[in-house]
């Protein structure tokens, strides 16, 4: 348990994660410095500095604070009877996190998107298991519709990167929904994932009869 000194610096180390993430969702992270981040406290950046070590291990909490909320919002989908209907619920999930969370997917995306990253080296070691318990709750559910037979057997891991890439590429293209209408909906992304459903062997009738994606 904490003691006093140790909570309150665990809260002033809660509010420079704060200040960077407010900079980080309104400009753009490669101009986001310590000194700014400090200015948003009415801190120095030497002040900063006993909190964290460098400015990337600051972005580093930024970034997990991004996976760790997407990874909240799919587990919070409910188990089902039904695999499929749960898996197909979890990228639902997905598409509303993104629609609820239009800052921080736009961040995520633009973790995946530049070759540079925007935290490396030590700092890394809080986003990597974030970014593992955010794609857990889809390789749980794809390895359990294929050990139920509601889809054939495969790699799981392997699968629930595709299903993310996929509903990532579809979010990516709702983007140009303004000059193409059909984009600017959910429906590319519902069509990607049913087509690997019933690719990965689920009875299209089931993938079909599966329950309408909720709106966000």
């Known amino acids: 348990m ?23 969702l309104e400009q753009d992270p490669a101009t986001v410095t310590v000194a700014s981040i400090a200015k948003g406290l009415g801190m120095t ?32 989908v409910p188990s089902s009877a039904d695999p499929l209907a749960e898996l197909d619920a979890r990228c639902c999930a997905f598409v509303a996190w993104a629609a609820t969370e ?21 700092a890394l070691e809080h986003v990597v298991p974030e970014a593992l318990r955010m794609i857990r709750p889809l390789h749980d559910a794809l390895d359990r519709a294929a050990r139920e037979g509601a889809l054939g057997p495969g790699d799981a891991a392997q699968r629930a ?13 709702a983007k140009l929904g303004r000059f193409v209408p059909l984009l600017a909906t959910d429906g590319v992304a519902r069509q990607a994932v049913a087509a690997l459903w019933t690719g990965w062997g689920a009875n299209a009738e089931r993938v079909g009869a599966l329950p309408p994606w909720r709106k966000s």
Not at 102 to 122: C, F, I, K, Q, S
């Open 45 to 76: 950046a030497g002040a900063l500095y006993r909190y964290f070590p460098s400015r990337e291990a600051i972005l580093a909490r930024v970034e997990a604070r991004c996976l760790g909320s997407l990874a909240d919002a799919l587990g919070r």
């Open 161 to 173: 990167l595709v299903v993310w890439a996929a509903l990532h590429g579809a979010l990516q293209l």
């Open 102 to 122: 239009p800052g921080r997917y736009r961040l995520l995306a633009r973790m995946l998107a530049t070759p540079e990253p925007l935290v490396d080296g030590e």
């Open 2 to 24: 904490l003691d006093r000194r140790a909570r309150a610096r665990e809260q002033t180390a809660e509010e420079i994660v704060d200040s960077a993430e407010r900079l980080v």
